[in-house]
């Protein structure tokens, strides 16, 4: 195996592909190596380890947890810090976006649809 391809496969092990036991999820760490760019390293770490669980915010804003895809049935959780009422504290589904108007509430994201085409005849006219 040549080395280009040796190296894509390292970026082909990631915790989106990678499953975890109950009670776990998937974190990787990428640590220094002689080679960069330097293969992660997949750990099986305890939930209590996960998300705002250990995330220490400032006294005036809280911890919000965002998902990262995964195919286990816990996925890691990205803790950060949000003021209250605010979009970044307020976490929507995947189909819907924040809009604070005045308070922060998700909304359906709507898909943007495509002009009609004109079909010959109606160009003739």
Not at 99 to 123: F, G, H, I, W, Y
Request: proline share 14%; with cysteine.
């Amino acid at each position: 195996m040549n080395k280009f391809c040796a190296n894509v496969q390292w970026f082909l092990l990631a915790c989106v592909d990678s499953y975890c036991p109950p009670g776990k999820f998937c974190q990787e760490r990428v640590f220094p190596c002689k080679n960069p760019p330097c293969r992660p390293i997949l750990f099986c770490l305890p939930n209590e380890e996960n998300g705002c669980a250990r995330h220490k915010c400032p006294a005036n804003e809280v911890c919000v947890e965002r998902v990262e895809p995964c195919i286990n049935k816990i996925c890691k959780k990205i803790p950060s810090c949000a003021k209250p009422g605010t979009c970044d504290a307020l976490v929507c589904p995947p189909s819907q976006h924040c809009v604070a108007n005045p308070k922060p509430r998700c909304e359906t994201v709507r898909p943007v649809r495509a002009p009609k085409r004109l079909d010959s005849s109606a160009m003739r006219n």
